[in-house]
């Protein structure tokens, strides 16, 4: 099949802007800015909570190392073993890219985890419970990073985008795609939270989340060109395979919620 309809031409300059020996990168700047949005609303939440606010200060560093650790090595040991064992100094070289929100997540939970048992409270579950949502809208600011650097490259497609940075075919762009649907997870999230607050049960929210976001990235994963060398051949990609353990997280979070009373610890 030939491609050659294309909605428009993309060649954005990733870089925002230079000042000597400084870089600053789109995609740093909205990754920086996810995290500063959602601790503004992780403020909200625990004034609307009655919480002290200055416990998120340590919370913030934690899930930020957890973050960025995570995601570094999510990419190594899930999309470039070879090359990394290969070269392991280049595991260090974070900013030459390759960041996996798979990996990612899994810090996250383990950086989480480790704060509430350091801390006593509040609980692993509540944390992530209101937590998610402003993961959702992170997750909606760094795919936008990501049409930037004209890189996560969805397959062809007429009346696609031609990331002239990539190739010359027009292809899904579905950084947008990705962006949008996160997006929606959290406007979803917000009003499920702001209605039931009171009543939800530990971890029943964070698990609608999984569910919802890691069946999306499973869906969306057919319109992306394979990011994995080695997973060329398989049915499906790397990306699917890691999001159905997340799914299934997910569902018994939610069926655990149905049967637990809340800890509101």
């Known amino acids: 099949m030939k491609f050659d309809k294309a909605l428009f031409v993309w060649n954005a300059d990733p870089i925002l802007f230079s000042a000597g020996p400084v870089t600053v990168h789109w995609y740093g700047v909205l990754f920086a800015a996810a995290f500063l949005v959602g601790l503004q609303i992780m403020r909200w939440i625990y004034d609307r909570e009655q919480r002290k606010p200055e416990e998120l200060d340590s ?7 957890g973050t960025i650790i995570g995601a570094r090595l999510g990419h190594v040991f899930f999309y470039d073993p070879a090359y990394y064992l290969a070269n392991p100094l280049d595991i260090f070289k974070i ?3 390759g960041l996996a929100s798979h990996g990612g997540a899994v810090g996250i939970l383990i950086a989480v985890y480790l704060y509430s048992r350091k801390n006593g409270h509040p609980s692993w579950l509540w944390i ?3 937590f998610c949502m402003t993961a959702a809208l992170g997750g909606a600011m760094i795919r936008i990073g990501n049409f930037f650097n004209s890189e996560i490259i ?3 497609v007429n009346g ?3 990331f002239e940075r990539f190739d010359s075919l027009p292809r899904h762009p579905v950084q947008l795609y990705e962006s949008f649907t996160y997006l929606l997870i959290f406007i979803v999230m917000l009003v499920i939270y702001q209605r039931f607050w009171k009543t939800l049960r530990d971890g029943k929210l964070f698990g609608v989340f999984l569910v919802m976001s890691f069946s999306a ?3 969306l994963e057919f319109f992306k060109v394979r990011q994995a060398s080695y997973a060329q051949g398989m049915d499906l990609s790397v990306g699917q395979w890691l999001s159905i353990p997340f799914v299934i997280f997910g569902l018994i979070l939610i069926v655990r919620g149905h049967k637990e009373k809340t800890d509101l610890s």
């Open 95 to 97: 900013w030459k890219g």
């Open 154 to 156: 969805g397959t062809p």
């Open 59 to 65: 919370l913030f560093i934690y899930i930020l190392a």
């Open 160 to 162: 696609g985008i031609v």
């Open 128 to 130: 992530l419970d209101r």
């Open 217 to 219: 990235r499973f869906f």
